[in-house]
């Protein structure tokens, strides 16, 4: 069973920094489409940020020039560096993962907090 298991969230103040982590077993990571999504109290779920197995990363408008997704294959670990963060940025942040022969993963969710 595929294990995603987010880290770093925390309260910081407007203009701030966080770096999340997403920690992956269970997964051929390196050939998985992994994936940022948030929540915010009364809204849906939406993409943040997306890479590929080759590496091309797409991104929400919303946080284009602030957030940075990278993946680390050898250590089945997913990031996503936030610079520059707004009080809509607050929400949960889920680790998502599509795998050839496991479908789509979840994580539990790292809150994140942008006080202005």
């Known amino acids: 069973q595929v294990q995603l298991v987010e880290s770093g969230g925390g309260l910081v103040q407007a203009g701030g920094s966080l770096r999340l982590s997403c920690a992956a077993s269970?997964?051929?990571?390196?050939?998985?489409?992994m994936g940022w999504y948030r929540q915010a109290p009364g809204k849906q779920r939406e993409l943040v940020a997306i890479?590929?197995?080759?590496?091309?990363?797409n991104y929400a408008d919303a946080v284009k020039g602030r957030f940075t997704i990278s993946r680390d294959n050898a250590k089945n670990t997913l990031y996503l560096q936030m610079n520059k963060l707004k009080p809509e940025d607050t929400a949960v942040y889920y680790c998502?993962?599509?795998?050839?022969?496991?479908?789509?993963?979840w994580g539990q969710g790292t809150q994140v907090t942008v006080s202005a």
């Open positions: 890479t590929t197995t080759g590496g091309s990363t």
């Open positions: 269970n997964i051929r990571f390196s050939i998985s489409v």
């Open positions: 998502h993962a599509i795998s050839i022969g496991q479908g789509a993963s």
